[in-house]
Nanobody
Framework: QVQLMESGGGSVQAGGSLRLSCEVSGYRHSMYCLAWFRQAPGKEREGVAAIEEDDTTTYADFVKGRFSISHDHRANILYLDMNNLKPEDTGMYYC????????????????????WGQGTQVTVSS
């Protein structure tokens, strides 16, 4: 089965950068959507960015120009490069794998992702 494992989280001051990694195992679909979500304390889980098999990317408005999602196909590692971090970026970051379709307009819906990692914490101080 598909397994996901995040790493790379930590504490950083506002304006700093972090690179999150997600190791993907058991990947079986030729078409897919891989995505990063985050959840701040007391808030709902929200989509951050997504990427398809052809490396087409989609970003939430609040991270455009600051974050970059990429996928190392050979190593099957999903990355999220986070730049100019803000305190509101603080939260638990999760990677997720969809059921084998493209990301589409509804890429940020939780129901579209049956596979999730355990999360990695990102804390941004002001």
């Amino acid at each position: 089965q598909v397994q996901l494992m995040e790493s790379g989280g930590g504490s950083v001051q506002a304006g700093g950068s972090l690179r999150l990694s997600c190791e993907v195992s058991g990947y079986r679909h030729s078409m897919y959507c891989l995505a990063w979500f985050r959840q701040a304390p007391g808030k709902e889980r929200e989509g951050v960015a997504a990427i398809e098999e052809d490396d087409t990317t989609t970003y939430a408005d609040f991270v455009k120009g600051r974050f970059s999602i990429s996928h190392d196909h050979r190593a099957n590692i999903l990355y999220l490069d986070m730049n100019n971090l803000k305190p509101e970026d603080t939260g638990m970051y999760y990677c997720a794998h969809d059921k084998g379709l493209w990301c589409g307009a509804s890429w940020a819906l939780l129901q579209g992702y049956p596979y999730w990692g355990q999360g990695t914490q990102v804390t941004v101080s002001s």
